[in-house]
């Protein structure tokens, strides 16, 4: 059976969507060459899906990605599929926690939570947190848009771990390669392996992959 990772945060615009496609693609360059690595798209929005349909064209495409999409009753079937079918399967979440989301959070074996290092994203992540608790799930948060150093980065870290929360070591920068990557249906390594957005998230997917296998 695959293991399936929820990428979840109330909070539109942490950056849910562009961590699991590119978690995805790293993930499936960290693991061995022949893994198998889905997607699963429960937002309406329908973002994830989009990239899914650009990356199908994507001449740059260098691993292979399925992505799916599905919504309501039919969810709970679909990850059993999607488990039985690949090694790991990212699902990205809407902005809420509706009855999908839960489902999700309950079908994971990790929900990744993306935040920006400031009190309001943490706050926003609490209706997720105590969900995971609850469903006695594996929970990690990831700092996203983060800047280097920060004494708000400081003070959100040192709230973490007084609270015995896991926190990546590894955190995003604000970088515009990972829009233009996203606009593409390519993860970050696929424009260039080199570049510091392809490093941070290189470094984050061997660290991901460490807590969830
Ligand atoms: N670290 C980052 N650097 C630059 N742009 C980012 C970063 N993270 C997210 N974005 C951009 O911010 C916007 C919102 O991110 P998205 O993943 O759609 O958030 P969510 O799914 O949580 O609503 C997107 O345009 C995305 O490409
Ligand atoms: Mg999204």
């Known amino acids: 059976m695959g293991k399936v990772i929820a990428v979840a945060q109330q909070k539109?615009?942490?950056?849910?969507?562009?961590?699991?496609?590119?978690l995805a693609v790293a993930l499936a360059v960290a693991l061995s060459p022949n893994s198998k690595i889905a997607v699963l798209d429960i937002d309406p929005q329908?973002?994830?899906?989009?990239?899914?349909k650009l990356r199908a064209n994507a001449a740059k495409a260098a691993v292979p990605i399925a992505s799916h999409t599905v919504?309501?009753?039919?969810?709970?079937?679909?990850l059993e599929k999607l488990k039985a079918a690949y090694d790991i399967v990212l699902?990205?979440?809407?902005?809420?926690?509706?009855?999908?989301?839960?489902?999700?959070?309950?079908?994971?074996?990790?929900?990744?939570?993306?935040?920006?290092?400031?009190?309001p994203d943490l706050w926003a992540a609490e209706g997720t947190l105590k969900l995971a608790?609850?469903?006695k799930r594996k929970v990690a948060l990831v700092f996203n848009r983060a800047p280097a150093a920060s004494r708000l980065r400081k003070r959100l870290e040192a709230e973490i771990s007084a609270r015995g929360l896991k926190l990546f070591n590894n955190a995003l920068a604000n970088r515009a390669?990972?829009?233009n990557a996203f606009a593409d249906g390519?993860?970050?390594?696929?424009?260039?392996?080199?570049?510091?957005?392809?490093?941070?998230?290189?470094?984050?997917?061997?660290?991901v992959k460490n807590f969830l296998l």
């Open 91 to 119: 699902i990205d979440t809407p902005p809420v926690i509706d009855s999908d989301a839960r489902r999700a959070i309950r079908a994971a074996d990790l929900v990744i939570i993306p935040l920006n290092p400031s009190p």
């Open 71 to 78: 919504s309501g009753w039919r969810l709970g079937s679909e």
């Open 12 to 22: 539109g615009g942490a950056g849910k969507t562009m961590l699991t496609a590119q």
């Open 46 to 52: 329908g973002s994830l899906t989009i990239w899914g």
């Open 177 to 179: 390669g990972y829009a």
């Open 133 to 135: 608790a609850e469903e």
């Open 186 to 207: 390519l993860g970050v390594s696929e424009i260039s392996a080199t570049t510091p957005a392809s490093l941070e998230l290189c470094a984050l997917a061997e660290e």
